[in-house]
């Protein structure tokens, strides 16, 4: 554990070389790629710091070299950030496997102290599971049946992969638990967190909880979390939501009775597993020979955030839906696998809306397992967790001997928000990788970089589609966005020498 600790922070300390995770995870075709044009990372940190450096008044003013920049951070973003927080966090608490759980706002209970965890770091929520079970005796001496807990946001996503631990909601509508006046503590650590939350809790009587010294909200009540307080942090918090369960007023209790089951814990490892059924010797066979075939026509990534601009999760189930039916396998992370969780498409019902081809495919997987069909959408976690997916498509191109880039594979963030989104999507343009997005990304000030990222060459000589083989697609109309992700699937199976 010291050992990998140790190697964990070279990729934030050492001078020379490259990100350790880099050459742990990367694909060799990209490697060599990123080493011609000189943006392979050295240390996170000193990366950050130039990157800081760089956008100075007076410092770099080259769009061209400004891109490169974007695409040697995003890199960072990938190995430094993604890979080696989620292999650290599958150390420290397992490498998730199938669950089964339940969603919407029908998984908070009456009768129970409810306790809603949100936000991104699964150490804090680790704990909180433990101490809920642990302290269950001392819910029901105070009335309750005992201690319920929903997540919500990526919070959400990581003790219901490894813990099955059911899901309220997801980010445009964090609000809505506290609303149900159900809801005793909700626990937040970082990002995607309403500030707005205490005001709401004002009108209830949810205790919000801050736990990070970097994160205090206003009006919400402080819990100081570190991994030395970790036992005694958790300890408190149950507390705190076991005393609040006796000022619940219960004129104000109005929960939602839907609930939708789903089934989630998509880790690589757990899909090598459910492939190994069909040919042990060769798990990844089976899932090449059906996108060889046409059965599976390709596979998308649908990630990211849910967008206050648009109607809630809307979006993400409508480009869901549309590649489905086009036979294109679905894999989804973040506030996106939410959003289809919530509308059965992480269910086996979720089938109907599959083409023929591919739903033949997921019943066919199921039925190995015990399941009338695999879920059409598979849950890989929460949003640090698109590495996950990145280990997918690494691995499939490695067995192939073929880059990345030229899989038959694209990535789609419907309804952004976060810089982070922007940031993980460079990522997967610099391996080649076709990423789109619903919300205008912030480049249309500059036709240099706007052209560079969406493949227009007329207006730059740097493209990412000519660099890399992948390029950006803005498109608000979920359809119209299917149909241009499905052209260029199509395109990429062509290029490999198999039908369109």
């Known amino acids: 554990a010291k050992d990998v600790a140790l190697k964990a922070l070279e990729d934030f300390q050492k001078q020379y070389g490259v990100l350790n995770w880099l050459k742990l995870k990367g694909n060799a075709k990209s490697i060599e790629k990123w080493q011609e044009l000189g943006i392979l990372p050295i240390n996170a940190h000193a ?23 974007i695409l040697r951070m995003a890199l960072v973003e990938g190995f430094s950030g993604l890979h080696l927080a989620t292999d650290l ?16 706002l029908g998984t908070i209970k009456k009768d129970y102290v409810n306790i809603a965890v949100h936000g991104h770091i699964p150490m804090l929520s680790e704990k909180v599971v433990e101490w809920a079970e642990r302290l269950k005796g001392e819910a029901v001496a105070a009335g309750a049946k005992g201690i319920n807990l929903v997540g919500v946001c990526c919070t959400g996503n990581e003790i219901l992969m490894r813990k099955g631990v059911s899901v309220a909601t997801n980010f445009a509508s964090q609000e809505l638990p506290i609303v149900t006046g159900a ?26 909880i801050t736990t990070l010294p ?77 996108i060889a075939s046409g059965d599976i026509l390709g596979v998308a990534a649908i990630v990211g955030c849910t967008n206050p601009k648009l109607k809630q999760d809307w979006y993400n189930l409508e ?5 489905l039916k086009n036979n294109v396998l679905v894999v989804a992370t973040g506030c996106s696998a939410h959003s289809l969780a919530k509308f059965s498409l992480m269910s086996p019902k979720g089938v109907e809306y599959c083409g023929d081809r591919l739903r033949n495919v997921l019943e066919t997987l199921g039925r190995a397992h015990g399941l009338d069909a695999l879920p059409p959408a598979l849950h890989m976690g929460s949003c640090v967790d698109n590495s996950r997916v990145d280990d997918l498509l690494v691995a499939v191109a490695n067995y192939l001997d073929v880059s990345v880039s030229q899989l038959p594979a694209v990535g789609s963030c ?25 919300i205008a990304p912030p480049i249309s000030g500059s036709p240099i970089i706007g052209g560079a990222l969406l493949g227009d060459k007329a207006n730059t000589p740097l493209s990412t589609d000519a660099l890399f083989g992948g390029k950006l697609i803005h498109e608000l109309d979920p359809h119209k966005a299917g149909q241009l992700m499905v052209e260029r699937i199509k395109q990429k199976r062509v290029a490999l020498g198999l039908k369109a």
């Open 47 to 69: 990366e950050i710091a130039t990157a800081i450096n760089r956008q100075a008044m007076g410092c770099d003013a080259d769009p061209e070299n400004l891109i490169l920049g």
């Open 89 to 104: 966090q599958d150390v420290l608490f397992g490498t998730p496997g199938i669950v089964k759980a339940d969603y919407r």
């Open 183 to 208: 809801i005793d503590v909700m626990i937040v650590d970082a990002q995607c967190i309403m500030p707005s939350l205490p005001k709401v809790a004002e009108c209830y009587h949810t205790e919000i």
């Open 214 to 290: 970097y994160v205090k909200i206003s009006g919400a009540t402080h819990i100081d979390f570190s991994p030395e307080k970790a036992d005694e942090a958790g300890a408190a918090i149950i507390k705190k939501a076991i005393n609040k369960f006796t000022e619940r007023d219960q004129t104000k209790v109005q929960i939602p009775d839907d609930i939708v089951e789903a089934y989630a814990g998509f880790s690589v490892k757990e899909i090598v597993r459910l492939l190994s059924k069909l040919d042990n010797k060769e798990p990844l066979k089976p899932l090449v020979t059906a």
């Open 319 to 323: 480009v869901a839906k549309y590649l």
């Open 414 to 438: 419907p309804e952004t928000h976060s810089p982070k989104a922007i940031s993980i999507g460079a990522y997967f343009l610099a391996q080649g990788v076709d990423v789109h997005v619903g």
